[in-house]
């Protein structure tokens, strides 16, 4: 192998481990834990921490460069420190269908547990 050729495959190689890392470090899936027993929301990346109870939360819907996505927060300050519950969405067709899923099976139902009221679309 030529001495240029080493030289790319190291730089694309180079770039596909930063990449990586960058995936591994900054967007490994975090996972919410609604305790009903506790009444406490925890959140679990690589260690479980409490981050609210049930009374000090509230959701909302955050907006981002022409994309929103759903967060919750406490009460208090909640546009200082949130966390984010769901994926990005805009305005398009497969957005809609993915954005009612994520109310029907994950939003609703967590906001029915949490007796927090929620206007429904008929």
Same mark, same amino acid.
């Given at each position: 192998?030529? *001495?240029?050729?080493?030289?790319?495959?190291?730089?694309? +190689?180079?770039?596909?481990?930063?990449?990586?890392? +960058?995936? /591994?470090?900054?967007?490994?899936?975090?996972?919410?834990?609604?305790?009903?027993? *506790?009444?406490?929301?925890?959140?679990?990346?690589?260690?479980?921490?409490?981050?609210?109870?049930?009374?000090?939360?509230?959701?909302?819907?955050?907006?981002?460069?022409?994309? #929103?996505?759903?967060?919750?927060?406490?009460?208090?300050?909640?546009?200082?420190?949130?966390?984010?519950?769901?994926? #990005?969405?805009?305005?398009?067709?497969?957005?809609?269908?993915?954005?009612?899923?994520? /109310? *029907?099976?994950?939003?609703?139902?967590? /906001?029915? *547990?949490?007796?927090?009221?929620?206007?429904?679309?008929?």
């Amino acid at each position: 192998m030529s *001495e240029n050729t080493f030289t790319i495959a190291s730089v694309i +190689w180079g770039v596909y481990m930063v990449y990586f890392l +960058w995936d /591994l470090l900054f967007k490994v899936p975090v996972k919410y834990i609604f305790d009903k027993r *506790e009444k406490s929301i925890y959140r679990k990346l690589f260690l479980t921490k409490k981050i609210m109870s049930f009374d000090e939360m509230t959701y909302f819907i955050n907006e981002e460069s022409g994309a #929103y996505y759903y967060v919750i927060g406490k009460k208090r300050n909640q546009f200082v420190k949130n966390y984010r519950l769901s994926n #990005y969405f805009s305005g398009s067709k497969s957005s809609r269908v993915k954005e009612d899923e994520f /109310l *029907e099976n994950i939003l609703y139902p967590v /906001l029915d *547990e949490l007796e927090i009221p929620v206007n429904r679309p008929q």
